[in-house]
């Protein structure tokens, strides 16, 4: 597959057509897979046309997203954080860069190399993203601010240019006298800002009385799915760390469409080839969405994640097409912190954290400026509704001294996400799950079943006491089909919880009349 990003390949995804239509669906097996998550546009009502500059932004931005998470994949566990957000601390803290140090960060963050003209262009973009958001089934807000030491000499320039330009309110701070006060009037903006699911980003010690500026973005996102997720499907089931290990987590459950003929109609844009799957799920009319890669193997994230790039994801975006599926999604809560001084600094940006090499003299005209720290913070929650997300960055600079139709797609391992706005193709945020669960990754002892037959009379019992587990039978392993045990009718006796079986042991046991064909069972976690 073609991972080259060509010019035009992000413009190209604002402008698919993607109104959906209904499709029939064959049912298929259950393939177990890893998830690699992509946000990105749902249907375009309309083509959007935007600059040249906006487009080539979009583009830089992209591509410092998917290296960014490269760099933070190499590190275990769950992944969060808004490449938007950085980009727009950055974008203000690179109108005072000068000399090689904005060199080095036009490369890494892909920012135009006329900065005039660039913060322009970031400004054009900020708007472009925030218009026709703020709907009943979609909020975003996005939020810039400076905090500037009172009496030093920032050039008016620069501070115009925070203030026209990137909309960022500038707040004058005595961080020589009290430092700790302004770290927590910046907590608080933040918190604030992103309704209070960003907290205490900035850690005590890390603003002193050298620090002259602090710059900081925010940015909040609250959308509804399109089509919600019944919370009367979501169950308690495996979710697989690896080809090994398990955990218990709330999946959701999105059944197909022929199973409610009222809603046909109600198809999703798919694609799939031998090593993945691809699904997106839009958000409330079709302002933005969420597209998923999941591979075949249950192991695969880590290839997968080799082969992320703007044209890899931009080739997948336009192989797909309408079709109806379901859906399994787990239902998750994720939050994540980085210092991001050491990780930019090796991406290609050493000179704006070395002290005599940076050169930020566009913010006072003097030499005496570095970056002394860049944090971010991220949190995100998906469940039955919707998604809910919101980050914030901060950096501080300091004076020197300082194919056929689908089969279910079961997202029950390890994924990959990004929130993408439909209108300029800008990632928003991005992140990484390979536990939802706040238990150990470890297997998960089950209780065993024990099957008597007595004549016509089946006996399903286990150990006692099984209090958090419930026995559930299906006529097949699809995956879809198990129920309960005691919602059905077929019971001679129900006794889930009692302590003494028709055999006197010490079981929990339940009866019922000998199935004629094939009947599977199960124990899963309550």
Not at 53 to 81: E, K, M
Not at 115 to 132: K, P, R, V
Request: hydrophobic share 40%; aromatic share 10%.
């Amino acid at each position: 597959m073609n991972t080259e990003l060509r010019k035009g390949d992000i413009t190209n995804w604002t402008k698919r057509d993607m109104r959906l239509s209904w499709c029939p669906l064959q049912r298929r097996r259950t393939i177990l897979q890893t998830l690699l998550v992509i946000v990105s546009a749902c249907a375009a009502l309309r083509p959007i046309s935007l600059a040249a500059q906006v487009q080539d932004l979009v583009a830089g931005n992209t591509v410092f997203a998917l290296n960014l998470y490269a760099q933070l994949s190499t590190n275990s566990g769950n992944i969060f954080f808004s490449p938007h957000s950085i980009s727009a601390c950055m974008a203000m803290t690179y109108a005072g860069a000068r000399s090689n140090t904005a060199v080095q960060m036009s490369q890494i963050f892909g920012f135009d190399t006329n900065q005039e003209q660039f913060a322009s262009t970031f400004g054009q973009l900020q708007n472009e993203i925030e218009s026709d958001q703020q709907t009943n089934a979609i909020q975003l807000n996005i939020a810039n601010a400076l905090w500037t030491q009172v009496g030093f000499p920032f050039l008016p320039a620069f501070l115009e240019t925070a203030s026209n330009q990137y909309q960022a309110g500038v707040n004058q701070a005595d961080f020589t006298a009290n430092p700790a006060a302004v770290a927590q009037a910046i907590n608080d903006w933040v918190a604030q800002k992103t309704k209070h699911k960003i907290q205490n980003i900035v850690p005590p010690g890390d603003i002193n009385s050298r620090t002259r500026v602090v710059l900081a973005n925010a940015i909040y996102f609250n959308g509804s799915w399109t089509y919600a997720f019944a919370e009367t499907n979501t169950s308690i089931q495996p979710f697989y760390v690896s080809s090994t290990n398990q955990v218990e987590v709330p999946l959701m459950h999105q059944p197909l469409v022929d199973l409610y003929p009222a809603q046909h109609g109600r198809a999703f844009n798919y694609m799939q080839t031998a090593d993945f799957q691809a699904l997106e799920l839009p958000y409330g009319s079709n302002q933005l969405s969420m597209v998923l890669l999941l591979p075949t193997r249950i192991d695969g994230l880590a290839q997968l994640e080799q082969q992320l790039s703007p044209g890899f994801v931009s080739n997948v975006l336009a192989r797909m097409y309408p079709e109806e599926v379901e859906i399994f999604l787990p239902r998750f809560t994720n939050d994540s912190s980085f210092n991001l001084t050491t990780t930019l600094s090796q991406m290609g940006m050493p000179d704006a954290f070395t002290p005599g090499l940076a050169d930020f003299s566009g913010m006072d005209g003097m030499n005496d400026l570095f970056l002394s720290f860049v944090l971010h913070k991220a949190w995100v929650q998906v469940d039955e509704a919707g998604t809910e997300a919101a980050a914030a960055t901060v950096g501080g600079a300091t004076t020197s001294g300082f194919s056929p139709g689908p089969p279910p797609f079961r997202a029950d391992h390890p994924f990959v996400f990004l929130i993408r706005d439909t209108q300029t193709g800008n990632l928003l945020f991005l992140g990484r799950v390979t536990n939802p669960s706040k238990s150990p990754a470890n297997p998960v002892p089950v209780p065993g079943l024990t099957f008597r037959r007595p004549g016509n009379i089946l006996t399903v019992s286990w150990p006692y006491p099984s209090t958090p587990w419930t026995l559930q039978q299906s006529p097949d392993l699809s995956g879809s089909n198990w129920t309960s045990v005691a919602s059905r009718g077929a019971l001679l006796t129900q006794l889930p919880f009692s302590s003494i079986s028709a055999d006197g042991t010490n079981n929990n046991f339940i009866q019922m009349l000998a199935p004629a064909g094939n009947l599977f069972f199960r124990l899963i976690r309550q």
